[in-house]
Nanobody, 125 residues
Framework: EVQIAESGGGLVQAGGSLRLSCAASGSAFADYTIAWFRQAPGKEREGVSAITLRDADTYYADSVKGRFTISGDRAKNTAYLQMNSLKPEDTAVYFC??????????????????WGQGTQVTVSS
């Protein structure tokens, strides 16, 4: 059974930075696509960014391009989301999601089988 460990949320002022981590464990899969989604109160879940650990191909939502950077460590089955120039509208619960051995790279939540519990990111103005 795949297990997900998320870390790195918190409270930051507008313009600040946070780094989220998502680590997969507990399975024998060789590769993952790892994505970050976010959901603010009263809003739909939004796909923020994703990465294929094998090729390091990446996806970004338009709302975070130029501010967020996703990276991966294939040996550790871990992805990192560096969030810079944070805005109050980035406030949400951020969820890590992953799919083993996938060729999909994008924001469709139905393409990801495993989900973390979520970590709160709050950006104050």
């Amino acid at each position: 059974e795949v297990q997900i460990a998320e870390s790195g949320g918190g409270l930051v002022q507008a313009g600040g930075s946070l780094r989220l981590s998502c680590a997969a464990s507990g399975s024998a899969f060789a590769d993952y696509t790892i994505a970050w989604f976010r959901q603010a109160p009263g809003k739909e879940r939004e796909g923020v960014s994703a990465i294929t650990l094998r090729d390091a191909d990446t996806y970004y939502a338009d709302s975070v391009k130029g501010r967020f950077t996703i990276s991966g460590d294939r040996a550790k089955n871990t992805a990192y989301l560096q969030m810079n120039s944070l805005k109050p509208e980035d406030t949400a619960v951020y969820f890590c999601a992953l799919e083993p051995e996938s060729v999909y790279l994008g924001p469709d939540p139905q393409e990801y089988s495993y989900w973390g519990q979520g970590t709160q990111v709050t950006v104050s103005s």
